[in-house]
């Protein structure tokens, strides 16, 4: 899955980063405002991480640019201002939840895949197809009850087809997810990646759509 880190303190960005690639996300960063709400309105991201203090164009003025423009990519909003309004401002403004800095990375990550997972219609953190359950939380797919062995980009396609079982997804989408902003995006792995999946989970764990790309079949 891809995430967009919106903050401008080096080090912060830095150990978010760290933290989410640990948890197998792609992560994109925008140091400031501008770049952030351009990234946010023409890429394609799982959940964004919104700093409130940013320069050039302030955390509350991209929520509600990215709102009035049609985005429901959820965001957590991170602020270090102490006051009970500008939190209530951040959410007011198009923000899904917040979170008070300093903050425990543990906590972050939680909270962005409750987002996430409430974003795809799941409220649980495991989802079942046919005799497979993938474990959103732990990252483990399993067939039949025994654990589905996968690499990191096979479970991030994997995973995106499973968040949104009724959408089809291009080849160049889900590339973008895997690979993130600043990698080579090359859309014809995604074929490799698919071809592995069903050997492993099984030729209807995945459907092709012709013309159009994939979605999740029935397992």
């Not at 990375?105 to 409750?114: G, P, Q, T």
């Not at 996968?150 to 690979?179: M, N, S, W």
């Amino acid at each position: 899955m891809r995430l967009l880190v919106v903050e401008d303190e080096d080090r912060v960005a830095a150990q978010i980063v760290e933290a989410l690639e640990v948890e197998n996300f792609t992560v994109d960063v925008a140091m400031d405002g501008e770049d952030g709400h351009h990234l946010g309105a023409n890429e394609i991201y799982h959940a964004i991480v919104l700093d409130l203090s940013l320069p050039r164009l302030d955390g509350v003025s991209v929520l509600h640019s990215w709102r009035s423009g049609g985005l429901q990519t959820p965001v957590l909003v991170l602020t270090a201002r102490n006051r009970w309004e500008d939190r209530v401002e951040g959410l007011n403004a198009g923000g899904d939840d917040y979170l008070g800095k300093p903050f425990q990375m543990e906590e972050l990550i939680a909270r962005l895949n409750a987002l996430i997972r409430r974003a795809g219609g799941e409220a649980a953190p495991v989802s079942c197809i046919g005799a497979i359950s993938v474990d959103l939380r732990a990252q483990r797919v399993t067939r039949d009850g025994r654990t589905v062995p996968l690499t990191a980009h096979e479970y991030k396609v994997f995973a995106t087809l499973v968040q949104a079982p009724d959408k089809v997804h291009a080849k160049g989408d889900l590339a973008e997810i895997v690979y993130g902003l600043h990698n080579d995006r090359d859309s014809n792995t995604i074929e490799v990646f698919v071809a592995r999946l069903r050997r492993k989970l099984g030729t209807a764990a995945i459907e092709t759509v012709r013309g159009s790309g994939y979605r999740i079949g029935q397992g």
